[in-house]
């Protein structure tokens, strides 16, 4: 019997640990949090998954030959085709292999593609995300939480506005989770259920290795021997690390803390080779003072709120810069914009501002429409007065307000195209006049600092579609795997749609399983 470790417990250590434990293989998990999950179990726990089973239920057809299309027009940067061809041709079956080999039961979302203008793109039900699932007190405990889900809703419930608020009350009472907890409630399950040991609080402190070949982890002076997948998350955590790597500033990362390049380091200390290490999960990101995760800032990924009519983002200088309403990642990436004139990101430093309409009508991150106006948000009876508390220009402030107000009284935004996508209108309010666009016209106006964030790395040792390192000398890595943000993601610049990060990290780990444990 092979022994497996896997440094990790989000979803790709977790898949990984299942699919080793059920091919035979003696598996342990290492976590250095004391609780498990990572940055999944704070995620909607969507997996975008094209040509799955349940999209003919939902009157969507998909195949794998659209599916490739789409993948293939979304190709830009650091891309590993092979991969992402592995990827679309095994989703379908991954997801079915994860309900036959967990409690875990999926349902779809009908969230657009990120891009479903494009070649092969669809207007929903490629994201699938567990079902609301009930789990013992015990485990329950042991999972992270999640301060940015109040309740346990489904994503399924959030996106379309459709929720029986009595239900979700019971499912509180009855320990029914949802989400990412709920996908690593199953994983955790099905893994100790094949006999897999799983330790947190345990810290990896090195790679054991015997020419070359990598034969276990050193955990203070004693070896925990096996092949070892690398599952633990990005850098984005490790301010070095993101300032040698990353193509733009990033100062609001939303994950779970603890992302701080160990998967990297311990792959580069065996000579693996990179890939794909300038790109990250981006997002535009808030912050509110003094809410923390683990002692760490705790950022909140800024999604649907800006796609809401009556708002608009503007950078350090009060120029409108980007379509508000885009998915989170190219939001996030026109955060990167340079300035040659000025030598600087003016959108580093961006704010959402959107007037007492909007106040009234929508919620912002923690707070509640019905809640009283707190410190962090800017507020002032002129735009002239919010542009002066927020340190922006004026006259550059009015002037994109003025021109944006034009743009929705007309219901159309030529300058950058707000509204055009089914995206764009899907995450808006499907109940107001236009679901993206509406003036801001009423004071007081209103002012919140967003960050360009992400929600883990993209970069770190490529791998083949067996999960194993590659050498930088071109061969392999005996012994060693990666998957998930531990590893180079395929996609280069590219996030398919909701669910983007989990789909391909399923598949991978599950090869990774698979490999290591044979």
């Not at 733009?248 to 992302?259: E, I, R, S």
């Not at 743009?407 to 055009?420: N, Q, S």
Request: proline content about 7%; some cysteine.
């Amino acid at each position: 019997m092979n022994s497996v470790v896997v440094v990790g417990s989000g979803a790709a250590g977790m898949a990984a640990a299942v699919a080793a434990a059920q091919a035979g293989a003696e598996v342990t998990v290492v976590e250095r949090a004391p609780v498990l999950g990572g940055t999944t179990a704070l995620s909607g726990g969507l997996a975008w998954i094209p040509a799955n089973r349940l999209m003919a239920a939902e009157g969507v057809d998909d195949s794998l030959a659209e599916a490739r299309k789409y993948l293939r027009a979304l190709r830009l940067g650091d891309v590993d085709d092979e991969l992402v061809g592995y990827f679309a041709e095994q989703a379908s079956g991954v997801a079915d292999w994860l309900e036959s080999a967990t409690t875990l039961r999926w349902q779809t979302v009908p969230y657009p593609d990120y891009h479903p203008e494009l070649p092969g793109g669809k207007p929903g039900h490629r994201p699938l995300e567990p079902q609301p699932r009930m789990v013992p007190a015990e485990l329950d405990q042991r999972i992270q939480t999640a301060p940015n889900v109040s309740a346990p809703i489904t994503y399924r419930e959030l996106a379309t506005g459709i929720f029986d608020r009595d239900e979700i009350a019971a499912r509180s009472r009855q320990g029914v989770i949802t989400m990412g907890r709920a996908m690593i409630a199953s994983l955790v399950e099905a893994a100790e259920g094949a006999g897999a040991r799983i330790h947190a609080g345990v810290s990896v402190d090195g790679l054991a290795q015997s020419g070359g070949t990598v034969n276990g982890v050193r955990i203070g002076d004693e070896v925990l021997p096996g092949r070892v997948i690398l599952a633990s998350g990005g850098f984005e955590r490790d301010s070095a690390l993101v300032k040698a790597f990353l193509r733009g500033p990033m100062t609001g990362p939303v994950g779970a803390p603890g992302m701080d390049g160990t998967a990297l380091r311990l792959a580069l200390g065996m000579g693996a080779e990179l890939g794909n290490m300038a790109e990250a999960w981006w997002c535009p990101a808030m912050t509110v003072p003094g809410e923390t995760i683990d002692g760490e800032p705790f950022h909140r990924l800024v999604l649907t709120e800006r796609a809401r009519p009556r708002s608009l983002m503007v950078d350090s200088l009060g120029r409108r810069f980007t379509n508000e309403a885009r998915n989170y990642n190219d939001v996030g990436r026109a955060m990167h914009a340079f300035d040659p004139t000025g030598f600087q990101f003016p959108a580093a430093a961006a704010w959402l501002v959107f007037d007492s309409g909007y106040r009234r009508q929508y919620h912002l991150g923690p707070l509640r429409r019905e809640d009283p106006d707190p410190g962090w948000l800017h507020q002032a009876d002129s735009l002239a007065e919010l542009a002066d508390a927020v340190g922006v220009s004026g006259d550059e402030l009015a002037a994109s307000v003025a021109r944006f107000n034009e743009l929705a009284a007309a219901g159309d935004d030529p300058d950058f195209g707000r509204g055009r996508s089914v995206y764009d209108r899907f995450v808006g309010d499907p109940a107001a006049p236009h679901p993206t666009l509406g003036p801001v016209e009423e004071p007081p106006f209103y002012a919140v600092r967003l960050h360009p964030g992400c929600l883990g790395t993209k970069g770190g040792p490529r791998t083949n579609v067996n999960g194993q390192v590659r050498h930088q000398d071109g061969g392999l890595i005996e012994g060693l795997y990666a998957a998930g943000n531990a590893a180079a993601s395929p996609l280069g610049a590219a996030y398919p749609g909701a669910g983007g990060t989990i789909g391909p990290l399923l598949v991978a780990a599950r090869a990774a399983g698979i490999a290591a444990a044979s």
